[in-house]
């Protein structure tokens, strides 16, 4: 049976996780603490799991790719949309509190149901209690105002466009990460209105829930 260290391993030597501060992210934040229990043998492998309510924790590697896109950093305030499991809210709020007081992780999840098994999967790290994460139950294409603007903005399910709340509410040089029509999106805010556009194809993520559908 596979073990964390080999999957992290096999991850790094793909290439697709490079940055010292996620590949200890990746150690300290064990993915077994956020799978569902008839699935905990297959923890450490490659795939996609369900979680049920048709959502899944994404496979290492995709978590990976998008927090490398992302490129999360110590004292940051980060947005986290359809956090389902939670386990890469808890990737962030391991980066973002190293050496700082600042950082903040506001993680949404749609489902109350994921919402709360999100929550105790992350209470395990006390990244709630200490306030480093906070969770909210709300439909994540609106943003989140209240602690607006945001260093970066993570989306882990599929959105039919980019919503105008996250672009408003996105510092400039910040970065926006999510899947869009059969890719992954990386948006660069560079001014106001401005933003450098990066696709990258080959992946495959569940439809955001949204207050419409």
């Known amino acids: 049976m596979l073990s964390k260290e080999d999957i992290v391993q096999e991850i790094i ?3 697709y996780l490079k940055s010292q501060n996620i590949i200890e992210a990746f150690f300290a934040i064990d993915r077994k603490d956020f799978v569902v229990s008839m699935y905990k043998d297959d923890t450490y492998s490659n795939i996609p799991l369900p979680i049920g309510f048709g959502q899944t924790i994404s496979q290492p590697l995709t978590v990976a ?14 947005l986290d949309i ?12 391991y980066i973002v509190s190293q050496k700082s007081k600042k950082g903040k992780v506001i993680a949404i999840e749609r489902i109350p149901e ?5 929550e105790e999967n992350i209470a395990k790290y006390n990244f709630i209690k200490k306030g480093i994460i906070k969770s909210i139950c709300d439909d994540g294409s609106y943003g989140y105002k209240e602690e607006a ?7 882990s ?4 466009e980019i919503p105008q709340a ?9 970065r926006i990460v999510t899947p869009f029509d059969g ?6 805010k560079k001014g106001k209105n401005q933003f450098d556009i990066k696709r990258f194809q080959g992946f495959s993520f569940v439809p955001l829930i949204t207050d419409e559908k």
């Open 13 to 15: 030597d793909s290439g």
């Open 65 to 78: 790719f998008i927090l490398e896109l992302l490129q999360p950093q110590a004292g940051e305030k980060i």
């Open 82 to 93: 359809g956090s389902g499991s939670g386990w890469t809210s808890a990737l962030l709020a």
């Open 114 to 118: 994921l919402k709360k098994f999100g």
């Open 149 to 155: 603007p945001f260093d970066k903005i993570l989306c």
């Open 157 to 160: 399910a599929t959105v039919e």
């Open 166 to 174: 996250w672009l408003k509410q996105l510092k400039r040089g910040g």
């Open 183 to 188: 890719e992954v999106q990386l948006w660069i």
